[in-house]
């Protein structure tokens, strides 16, 4: 379908037809035209799907048409709150693109850089917020911010705001916002926290569930390597030099493993970055820009960049090892396979984490793709096929013997049945002599 039919005004036809939008994804077409009529809505879909597309669209046309006077200061009445840092930036710049004919003014406030350059824009009038709850409560306190004017909230990524521990913020900040509002709430899976989420900041939402993972499975080749948790460095190491591959987006389960991981594959010659949350704002952001022009080669990050991480065209991602929840292994995936684009997501799997993968399986209702990588084979792998040759071998020399002995059994029948032939032979050849003399 296209953004023509959605409802949608020239302004923002212009913007997006300028970023190369030609058809609305499923999400777009199903969420744009209930917020656009002033409805709340609960949304689930799956990362890359257009979601950020799907809200800021219709709220930019929402806010244009209700513009105020330029002399007038400027108030918040759009409030998006995301998770993290990476994602307040990467929502804000889609918004600026995407409202250029308009002049309405966003703003992101996150943490990790300095409270000064954000407090300045927000005291020259902001009409869209993109924050990070806690820093948004930092500039509340500050007095900063006036959130009583707010006219729509957009919870993007509601689901990882819980599981980031925020609930108390949102408690917080929801008493701040008028009851009188729109809200709009957008998760990857209707958990019992995102359901118990809508039942505080939803008034009779619009459900809508997008189901992609058969899409996810079509646009990502997925592939899981069996190998021992101690070989997984130099496995990836080779696997990328051997194949010869230039943008390898790299995710770790932990802080410690990142570092680690990018300290071996710079010393392997691999120029690699690395990207978590103790690394300042400042090179998190050289970070990604260095990846995305393809300044470096590899990019190790904790589960902080499985969402709001937007890389064009990104041909591999790699789970050096599987995330604690099974939904992150979707975010992570779906950084590569987008726009129609075709990925790659290899994951290099072991012993301990079989569980997790099962995990996996179940989330995504399909069975994974399982090989061992010549020369990586796990220990206990081998070791199971070194028995299972063993045993076939004293099969082997079993059905051997047994044969051996059943020819002889057999021999010996022919032989006794000739024998018996030939002594009856013998006896009908002596009485026919008998009776000749006879």
């Given at each position: 379908m296209s953004f023509e039919k959605l409802g949608l005004v020239p302004e923002l036809l212009s913007a997006i037809s300028e970023l190369g939008y030609t058809k609305a994804t499923p999400v777009?077409?199903?969420?744009?035209?209930?917020v656009i009529g002033g409805k709340d809505v609960m949304a689930t879909a799956q990362t890359g799907t257009g979601k950020t597309a799907a809200y800021a669209l219709p709220l930019l046309q929402i806010l244009s048409k209700r513009d105020i006077k330029e002399k007038t200061k400027r108030i918040i009445r759009a409030l998006v709150l995301v998770p993290t840092r990476e994602l307040a930036a990467q929502v804000e710049k889609s918004i600026k693109l995407y409202g250029k004919n308009f002049s309405?003014?966003?703003?992101?406030?996150?943490?990790?850089?300095k409270f000064t350059p954000q407090t300045k824009k927000l005291e020259r009038g902001v009409d869209i917020l993109v924050a990070t709850p806690g820093r948004l409560l930092?500039?509340?306190?500050?007095?900063?911010?006036?959130?009583?004017?707010?006219?729509?909230?957009?919870y993007d990524e509601s689901d990882r705001i819980l599981d980031m521990g925020f609930w108390e913020e949102i408690i917080t900040i929801s008493s701040m916002i008028p009851k009188k509002r729109q809200t709009l709430l957008f998760s990857v899976e209707q958990s019992k926290s995102v359901k118990k989420f809508s039942e505080l900041t939803l008034i009779k939402p619009v459900k809508v569930t997008i189901n992609n993972q058969g899409d996810l499975a079509k646009k990502v080749r997925q592939t899981i390597y069996i190998c021992d948790q101690d070989k997984k460095s130099a496995?990836?190491?080779?696997?990328?030099?051997?194949?010869?591959?230039?943008?390898?987006?790299?995710?770790?389960k932990t802080r410690k493993s990142a570092d680690d991981l990018g300290k071996y594959l710079n010393e392997s010659g691999l120029k690699t970055l690395i990207l978590h949350g103790e690394k300042a704002h400042s090179k998190r952001?050289?970070?990604?820009?260095?990846?995305?022009?393809?300044?470096?080669?590899?990019?190790?990050?904790?589960?902080?960049?499985?969402?709001?991480?937007?890389?064009e065209d990104l041909p591999h991602v790699i789970n050096y090892e599987l995330p604690g929840d099974a939904e992150d292994y979707v975010h992570r995936i779906g950084r590569?396979?987008?726009?129609?684009?075709?990925?790659?997501?290899?994951?290099?799997?072991?012993?301990?984490?079989?569980?997790?993968?099962?995990?996996i399986e179940r989330l995504l209702k399909y069975g994974l793709q399982v090989e061992f990588f010549e020369g990586f084979e796990p220990k206990e792998w081998i070791e199971k096929e070194a028995n299972k040759?063993?045993?076939?071998?004293?099969?082997?020399?079993?059905q051997e013997r047994r044969s051996k002995t059943a020819n002889s059994v057999v021999g010996m029948r022919r032989k006794k049945a000739n024998d018996r032939n030939?002594?009856?032979?013998?006896?009908?050849?002596?009485?026919k002599k008998v009776t000749k003399r006879d």
């Open positions: 777009q077409k199903k969420v744009i035209p209930f309405l003014v966003s703003c992101a406030v996150y943490g990790g850089v930092e500039h509340v306190k500050q007095g900063n911010i006036n959130l009583s004017k707010v006219e729509i909230v957009v496995l990836l190491s080779y696997m990328i030099g051997s194949k010869n591959w230039h943008q390898v987006l790299v995710f770790t952001t050289k970070a990604l820009k260095d990846f995305k022009n393809g300044t470096i080669r590899v990019l190790v990050a904790t589960d902080i960049a499985s969402r709001g991480l937007d890389i590569t396979g987008r726009a129609g684009n075709l990925g790659e997501a290899i994951s290099l799997v072991c012993k301990d984490e079989r569980k997790v993968l099962k995990d040759h063993t045993i076939k071998a004293k099969i082997e020399r079993s030939a002594q009856k032979k013998a006896t009908v050849k002596k009485r």
